[in-house]
């Protein structure tokens, strides 16, 4: 009992900030209205018993003028007025058209808000590099942590799944419960008193139904319990299949050029292999689970006929009496047996719910956990000073390092590989959380772009860029990232393309080399595959062309360019930037004469070494 209110807490944790957003009125409202909607099916179900009870009794009496009124018109007879069944029919299929057509309306409104939020939180603070940095089940120093693996599938697919689940349970489990004590009443009435051991059992169809229900619903729980986590793990590995996928897709070439295809096919078929796994645990544990709900249900079609049999062939009770009685009981049975019929999808609601709650947990730690590393101060210039570096298990980079840059000035680090150059500028950044000391960036020039509050209302989301020092500070990995869609917002990314006119968009590219570019701004393009790694670094420098940082910090920017191309574009960058302070890692030396200052990690620190020629 402890543990589905502990589930039921959570899974109302997750829905309250819909049903008490800005949005709450318009959801309450359409919620209000699939309820009336719902009430109304019940009522037309209730009606229909009392329908079937006067057309059994017409055929019973072969009355031709019944039978017609009640099929086609109406019937009044000694308990009222009845409809005839096509009025009713009509009724009830525009009422059931509506009430769908409402409830995915609410389902598409609700879905739609909750991804705005978790896109929110995960983008907020960095959160999603924190979890990055973690995913796939281990921690900062190798603890294992839930909620991290595969957060698109949380956002894209779970929130999905709780949102249907929860109002298609929620809304099903109200109608059920309505149900149940309308046709109570009905059946009450209908089966009258039993005597057994000398003992009168008023409305005894009403105990049998729920002798009955109660007996399918402990036995489908023994049965099918392990539905539950085998579910949490389905979503598990379906969505480490699907990663595994699509990291063949983008890195295509990477794999063919070194004939990686049987290890991949291995990998691959290690992870379906876990889901098959996992597939035939859930059929078998499905096949127990409907082996005894079928049977429970087919019994249920008979059932109330046997009990009501005695009474019918006593002539205590019409043709058409036996038929409601079927059907009320049916309906009591039936809602009754709610957790029974309902069982699979309250395991995967469950399973959804769990996921949710522990990537919100994930979420919320790696946000708490934003202030952690080194300390982010504002000054004149930028410096690190008793600057300690780790990686995520633990391992120490740099221990005690200290490093001053003025505005406008250059300096290259250089230092051997997996020395920390690349996680020195990480911390500079402000994204490197496992460290230590203090980093001083300079202060963020008035009328920069502010970041937006959190709709969540939480703390406020990252701007985009990095904002800091007379202006704005631009980091280009390795690595570029290149975003979906055109060519112009992989240039401007990550500011608004809007703000530039083709022909200054069209002058970076030629600057950085990429001129037959210009042409096709708008091509919407896999850029990331289409273009070699040398071109995409040729973009990464054109945006920092176009967008003018006061900061510009290059992490082997270059790296996949030949020396003359890196050394002119190098001047480049010197010519059109002159006001721009910036920082290179590199390893080549000729990289070194287009700076000031030559920084080198060394030993766990940074050791300042000969002045770079000029």
Not at 234 to 249: G, H, I, N, S, T
Request: contains cysteine; hydrophobic residues 50%; charged residues 20%.
């Amino acid at each position: 009992m402890r543990r589905i209110v502990s589930f039921l807490h959570d899974a109302w944790a997750l829905a309250r900030p819909y049903w008490t957003s800005e949005e709450r009125w318009r959801a309450r409202g359409m919620l209000a209205l699939l309820v009336v909607l719902n009430l109304s099916l019940v009522g037309l179900n209730v009606l229909l018993t009392f329908w079937q009870r006067a057309f059994y009794n017409a055929l019973e009496a072969r009355d031709w003028d019944g039978f017609q009124s009640l099929l086609l018109t109406w019937r009044v007879n000694e308990e009222g007025f009845l409809p005839g069944f096509c009025g009713i029919a009509a009724v009830f299929i525009l009422i059931a058209v509506y009430q769908l057509y409402l409830r995915q309306a609410l389902q598409i409104r609700w879905r739609r808000w909750m991804t705005v939020v978790y896109l929110e939180r995960w983008l907020a603070d960095r959160a999603y590099y924190r979890l990055a940095l973690s995913e796939g089940g281990r921690g900062s120093r190798g603890q294992a942590e839930e909620g991290t693996d595969n957060p698109d599938q949380r956002i894209a697919e779970d929130v999905r799944l709780y949102v249907d689940n929860t109002l298609a349970l929620g809304l099903d489990l109200m109608s059920t419960v309505v149900t149940l004590f309308s046709f109570v009443a009905v059946l009450w009435s209908l089966s009258g008193p039993l005597t057994l051991f000398g003992l009168d059992i008023p409305g005894y169809m009403v105990w049998v139904a729920m002798i009955y229900a109660v007996f399918g619903t402990v036995v489908t729980h023994l049965i099918g319990r392990r539905l539950i986590g085998l579910n949490f793990d389905r979503q598990r590995v379906e969505a480490d299949f699907r990663f595994a996928l699509m990291r063949l897709r983008e890195n295509a070439e990477g794999i063919a050029l070194y004939g990686g295809e049987r290890d991949e096919h291995r990998g691959l078929a290690e992870r379906f292999r876990a889901l098959m796994e996992n597939f035939w645990s859930i059929m078998v544990t499905t096949k127990r689970v409907t082996f005894f709900t079928a049977s429970y249900s087919q019994v249920a079609i008979i059932f109330p006929f046997v009990v009501a049999a005695p009474a019918f062939f006593a002539g205590k009770v019409t043709l058409g009496g036996l038929f409601q009685i079927s059907s009320a009981f049916g309906q009591v049975q039936g809602s009754l047996s709610w957790f029974v019929t309902s069982y699979r999808d309250l395991a995967d609601w469950r399973a959804t719910v769990r996921r949710l709650t522990g990537f919100d947990a994930a979420l919320a730690a790696a946000r708490a956990a934003a202030a952690e590393g080194p300390a982010l101060r504002e000054g004149p210039a930028l410096g690190v000073e008793g600057l300690g570096l780790d990686l995520p298990d633990g391992r120490r980079l740099l221990a005690d390092a200290a490093l001053t840059v003025r505005p406008g000035e250059s300096v290259v680090i250089t230092g051997a590989s997996g020395s920390g150059k690349s996680t020195l500028l990480r911390a500079i950044a402000g994204i490197w959380p496992f460290g230590r000391g203090t980093v001083t960036r300079p202060l963020a020039r008035a009328g920069e772009d502010q970041a937006g509050e959190d709709p969540a209302g939480g703390a406020p989301a990252q701007p985009v860029g990095t904002a800091t020092a007379g202006g704005t500070a631009l980091f280009l990995p390795q690595r570029p990232y290149l975003p979906l869609g055109t060519l112009r917002r992989a240039v401007c990314y990550p500011a608004d393309a809007a703000r530039y006119t083709d022909a200054e968009i069209g002058a970076a590219l030629e600057k950085a080399g990429l001129g037959a570019l210009r042409d096709r701004l708008d091509e919407v393009s896999a850029w990331d595959r289409r273009l070699s790694g040398g071109e995409q670094q040729r973009v990464a420098l054109a945006r920092a062309l176009l967008l003018r940082p006061d900061w510009l910090f290059l992490d082997e920017a270059t790296a996949s360019l030949d020396p003359a191309a890196e050394q002119h574009l190098y001047r480049v960058l010197k010519q059109e930037l002159p006001g721009t302070a910036l920082v290179s890692v590199a390893h080549r030396p000729a990289v070194a004469e287009f700076h000031d200052r030559r920084v080198q990690v060394k030993d766990g620190g940074l050791v300042e070494a000969a002045a770079a020629p000029a």
